[in-house]
Every structure is written in structure tokens, then in C-alpha cells.
């Protein structure tokens, strides 16, 4: 599908089917959808479900999303983006029509930064779902790593560099091991450094990148294990976001880095068994409990692997633990957060961009429910099985004095399709924190 931004876009053809999204105005059309300013969410809501309905009828490959000039005239650049994203997802079927061209337009001749940039970044959540849900029979490790160094190797001044199966033993990457060693397709990881200015912040993104989840040894039913293929949506978001942050002109003196390890959780006679112990890239042990909760395992040795690059701001994504989807019914992800200012952004970002996520509470006294009898952790504890105490387990393995933002998707996809959520909250909260750091040095 093709996503195109052309200001003043007069359709002389008439394959061209024309949507137009109204802000306050009561000036109407029969195509025409409108927004009340003081009810976004619920209005676009009810349009999205209105537009499905009515694309499922329409027999067109062509479509003009006509934006009033009340719209793009927003001072709030969030809300145009959380109007665009609305409508648009909705022509970002599981089908994948690769003839679809949509064409996003307004009545003046003004090139609008805002809407250029989320073109940018509507193309980059589109070919993350696409690889999100291709079948683990293809995306296996190494098939995902090369996808991923095509994407990266096309953006200047970027090094990538793959760690290879034989790699990961020689650096004893071992909880990343331990969970993929027994599938056929053996694990690998994808590092991604982009260098500019030493005395610039450096911003890291990691991504979990599960191919397929069977549980291990504590193997899932079938209904759990039907869409486990998207267990690689973490990597996948993560890796898009920070091709388009590497991307934007404005952050050219900053630093990115990328760790993206990709393994497969299977059954065999060599997979990990509930009481192992392994020795983490950062020499903790951890007595593996739950052989299921091995996104932590693979995210713990990232981002031990992590400190060799000394971040100031580390921000995961992963969908880590069904305890995230029963929050409540309306958010995108159970997300941890340090600083408070961060945890604060965060929340009233994610909302305002139409990605609503809920913090975890930021409590500092409960790391004792990781005691292990036989080892430093235990990847699961026994008795308290949450998002929360996920996220203490790898928090141990975080570089001190650094930001961190982890996201827990949740509600991530409906009918075994993914929703691509999560990209738009990484670049939204990247871009926050670079304009705070900006004409600062690393140390402030």
C-alpha cells in the first residue's frame, strides 16, 4: 500500500474515492466524517468503526483522505497525528493490498511538517506489521536479521553488525541461548550503532524478538499458541522506530543504538528445564522457574549487552506478559518508567497521539521477590507472576543512571491481525527527550 501527502491534490480521476474528515465545521458531504474537538476520542471511536464498514463495500484501490483546514491548522500537533492514524489505519487491512494508494491532501498549497513526518512514520508501522506477522516457518532468526540489515544498511553513516549463533556462546549471551538452543533455527542478535557526536546523548532501542513462543517446557495450549508468531512484534516495532529516528535530519548529532536479539522458545530434548540455573552476560545467575517467561531472559543479556555502549536512555518494547491485557480495556501497553518526568511524558504523550498506555508503579522495595534459593534471580517468582515483577527482573540488568522506558503491548491485535502500536509512542518519546537534552551535554 502506498501512502502519499499531496497539499491541494485535485482528483481528475474519478477511481479516486474521496474521504473527508471535518473538524468543527458543519459543513458536510456524504463522504464526510466529523470530529468535535472536545470529544477526539470517542468521535474517531465511532468514525473508525463507520469507515471500516463502509471500505468493506467500496470497490476502489484509490482514496483521497481530504483533511479541513480546521484540522491541519491544530496547534496541537499530537491531535493531528492521533486523526491521521485513526483514518488511516483503517486501510491498513490483514490482506495487505499492495495496489491500495492513498492520498492524503488539504485545500491549501502549504507543505505541512507535521503530516510529511507521520507519512514517514505511517510507512515505517506498516512494513513493521507486515514482518510482524509473517509465519514463524519464515521469519526464523536468521531470515529476520537479514531483513533487518537490508533496512539498516540502506541508512547512511549506520553500522550493523550481526551476532551470529557461535558469537553468542563466545560472549556468553547464555539467557539468549538458553532460550533458543533448542530450536532448530539457533538464536542471533542485531546490533545497530549509529555514531555522530561524542558529547551528545546516545539513545538505545531494544526490542524483543521471540519468533515463535511454545512455551518451552512449560508449553502453552493451542488457542495461547495460535498467534505466538507475533512474539517478534517487540523487535520488529523496535527496529522501524529507530530506522526513522536514525532518519530525521534534526537528530543527525545524536547517538542510536539498536539491540535486537531473535530466538525461538521450542520443545526439544535440549530445551531449558524449570530449575535451571544459567549465568547472564553480566555473570548474575538466574534460576529459570518458567521456561514461558523467556522474553525477560532474551531482554536481561540485551541489555546487559548494553552497557558496553553506555546509554542515557533505554527504551524496550515487548509483548512480555499476558497480565498487561487485563489492566483495562482501553490501553496499548503497562509501561515502567524512570525518571518521573519520564513516567509523566509518557502517559499524557502516549494518550495524546491516540496510543493511551498506564504506568507501573515505580516502588523501589519489592526486588526480594526475585530470591532464589540456588541462584542471584529467579526469572519468575512463584508466588507474585505479574508485568511488575517482569520488569523488576530487568531492571537488574539496566546500566545505572539511566533513563528507561519498558513497554508491555497489550491489546496488541484483533482477529490475528496487529494494530502497530507502540512505534508512534517510541519516535513521540525519543523526540521529547532529545528537545530536553538539546544544547546540553551528556552529564546534565
Known amino acids: 500500500m502506498k501512502i502519499l501527502y499531496k497539499p491541494h491534490f485535485v482528483n481528475s480521476n474519478k477511481d479516486y474515492y474521496t474521504i473527508s474528515i471535518i473538524l468543527d465545521n458543519i459543513k458536510t458531504n456524504h463522504n464526510a466524517y466529523h470530529i468535535n474537538s472536545n470529544k477526539i476520542v470517542s468521535d474517531l471511536k465511532n468514525i473508525s468503526k463507520r469507515l471500516s464498514s463502509t471500505l468493506e463495500t467500496i470497490d476502489a484501490n484509490h482514496f483521497i483522505i481530504h483533511l479541513s483546514q480546521s484540522i491541519v491548522d491544530l496547534k496541537e500537533t499530537t491531535k493531528i497525528q492521533h486523526i491521521l492514524w485513526k483514518i488511516l489505519k483503517q486501510f491498513l487491512p490483514w490482506k495487505h493490498n499492495k495496489d491500495t494508494t492513498v492520498i492524503i491532501t488539504h485545500d491549501n498549497t502549504t507543505h505541512y511538517k507535521i503530516i510529511n513526518d507521520f507519512v514517514k ?6 512494513d513493521a506489521r507486515l514482518i510482524a506477522m509473517t509465519p514463524a516457518n519464515i521469519a526464523y532468526p536468521s531470515n529476520m536479521i537479514n531483513h533487518f540489515k537490508e533496512v539498516f544498511e540502506n541508512i547512511k553513516n549506520t553500522k550493523v553488525t550481526v551476532i551470529n549463533y557461535n558469537e553468542l556462546k563466545k560472549k556468553a549471551l547464555n539467557l539468549i541461548l538458553a532460550v533458543g538452543d533448542s530450536a532448530q533455527h539457533k538464536p542471533e542478535m542485531l546490533i545497530i ?9 546516545t539513545i538505545c532501542i531494544v526490542g524483543k524478538g521471540i519468533t515463535f513462543d511454545s512455551g518451552g517446557l512449560s508449553i502453552k495450549g493451542i488457542s495461547s499458541m495460535m498467534d505466538m508468531k507475533f512474539d517478534k512484534i517487540g523487535a520488529c516495532y523496535g527496529a522501524y522506530s529507530l530506522a526513522h529516528l536514525i ?28 530449575g535451571d540455573v544459567i549465568k547472564s552476560y553480566l555473570g548474575k545467575t538466574v534460576e529459570i522457574t518458567d521456561p514461558d517467561a523467556e522474553g525477560r531472559l532474551i531482554l536481561a ?7 558496553k555502549f553506555k546509554p542515557n536512555l533505554i527504551i524496550d518494547i515487548a509483548t512480555l506478559t499476558g497480565h498487561a491485557e ?7 501497553g503497562y509501561y515502567y518508567a524512570v525518571p518521573d518526568t519520564l513516567k509523566n511524558t509518557v502517559e499524557k504523550l502516549s494518550y495524546d497521539i491516540g496510543e493511551p498506555m498506564l504506568p507501573m508503579p515505580t516502588w523501589n522495595d519489592h526486588d526480594d521477590v526475585l530470591d532464589s534459593e540456588v541462584a542471584d534471580l529467579a526469572n519468575d517468582p512463584r508466588n507474585c507472576s505479574d508485568a511488575f515483577t517482569a520488569t ?10 539511566t533513563d528507561w522506558l519498558h513497554i508491555d503491548l497489550s491489546h496488541e491485535f484483533d482477529n490475528h491481525v496487529p494494530h502497530g502500536n507502540g512505534i508512534r509512542t517510541i519516535i513521540s518519546v525519543a523526540e521529547w527527550w532529545i528537545n530536553n537534552k538539546q544544547n546540553k ?3 546534565d
Not at 121 to 126: D, F, L, V
Not at 193 to 201: F, I, L, M, T, W
Not at 250 to 271: L, Q, R, W
Request: include cysteine; charged fraction near 25%.
Open 392 to 401: 523488576l527482573f530487568m531492571k537488574q540488568f539496566i546500566p545505572k543512571n
Open 247 to 274: 532518519e530525521i535530519d534534526d537528530y543527525k548529532d545524536y547517538n542510536f543504538i539498536g539491540i535486537f536479539p531473535f530466538a525461538e522458545n521450542a520443545v526439544s530434548s535440549t530445551a531449558v528445564h524449570p
Open 121 to 126: 512514520i505511517a510507512e515505517k508501522i506498516r
Open 326 to 332: 487485563s489492566i483495562n480495556c482501553w490501553h496499548h
Open 441 to 443: 551535554s551528556i552529564k
Open 301 to 307: 543479556d540485551a541489555f546487559g549487552y548494553s552497557h
Open 193 to 201: 550503532e549509529r555514531y555522530s557526536n561524542k558529547n551528545k546523548p
